[in-house]
């Protein structure tokens, strides 16, 4: 599955982003899709996902209620809808496609994206 990602850039604190996640010619069916992100001298860590057939979604504590996923289904595409940003939310943020909806974790994803950045100026 090949996941091409759209939608970073520079922003203000308190600004809105939407990044994009499509599958071009491939489908998010069998998988649980969402973002990891990727800070600066940090660790890529789990930020949300959604399990494709059931719908479920799971996001990290520390963007709920800012951040909300959604999807079209006739694109085969997934968003990350990003308010409220914060200068803290600054990385590098990749699409990923895999089992990995209740661990959370790196190793379980397949497919990853090419990377996105956002940057939240204060």
């Known amino acids: 599955v090949q996941l091409v990602e759209s939608g970073g850039g520079l922003v203000q604190a308190g600004d809105s982003l939407r990044l994009s996640c499509a599958a071009p010619?491939?489908?998010?069916?069998?998988?649980?899709m969402g973002w990891f992100r990727q800070a600066p001298g940090k660790e890529r860590e789990f930020v949300a996902a959604?399990?494709?057939?059931?719908?479920?979604?799971t996001y990290a504590d520390s963007v709920k209620g800012r951040f909300a996923l959604s999807r079209d289904d006739a694109k085969n595409t997934l968003y990350l809808q990003m308010n409220s940003l914060k200068p803290e939310d600054t990385a590098v943020y990749y699409c990923?496609?895999?089992?990995?909806?209740?661990?959370?974790?790196?190793?379980?994803?397949?497919?990853w994206g090419q990377g996105t950045q956002v940057t939240v100026s204060s």
């Open positions: 990923a496609a895999g089992t990995y909806y209740y661990s959370r974790c790196r190793g379980n994803v397949d497919y």
């Open positions: 959604v399990n494709w057939s059931s719908r479920d979604t």
């Open positions: 010619g491939g489908t998010f069916r069998y998988y649980t």
